[in-house]
């Protein structure tokens, strides 16, 4: 059975840290790429970042790059979002997502939330001063 649960979601300050997990089951990492998106309400989900062990590259968003780490555990299977520097536009449902890496159009934008097939159910994280 396919399972992404995120988990670390909360209340965090502004310019202060929160770390996001995600855990994965029944997917093969190695063909399997792991993006966060996050949708505000009133607005569309948006791709944030994606760490692909096929070809060892990540992605960011603009608005999160040089703040935003992505990485992976391989033995835990678990991929983690550790955001710092958070501001006023973070604020959102986040949500983990699996994307196959041998899709014929996977090479270019992989924030495009389409072409993610599993998704987690989400969590919450608020920023407050």
């Known amino acids: 059975q396919i399972q992404l649960v995120e988990s670390g979601g909360g209340a965090g300050q502004f310019w202060g840290s929160l770390i996001l997990s995600c855990a994965i089951s029944?997917?093969?990492?190695?063909?399997?790429?792991i993006g966060w998106f996050r949708q505000a309400p009133g607005k569309k989900r948006e791709g944030v970042s994606c760490?692909?062990?096929?070809?060892?590259?990540?992605d960011y968003a603009d608005s999160v790059k040089g703040r935003f780490t992505v990485s992976r555990d391989n033995a835990k299977n678990t991929v983690y979002l550790e955001m710092n520097s958070l501001k006023s536009e973070d604020p959102a449902i986040y949500y983990c997502?699996?994307?196959?890496?041998?899709?014929?159009?996977?090479?270019?934008?992989?924030?495009?939330?389409?072409?993610?097939?599993?998704w987690g159910q989400g969590t919450q994280v608020t920023v407050s001063s």
């Open positions: 997502a699996a994307a196959f890496v041998n899709r014929r159009d996977w090479g270019t934008d992989k924030l495009d939330r389409y072409k993610y097939d599993h």
């Open positions: 760490i692909d062990s096929s070809d060892g590259t990540t």
């Open positions: 029944g997917l093969n990492l190695d063909y399997w790429a």
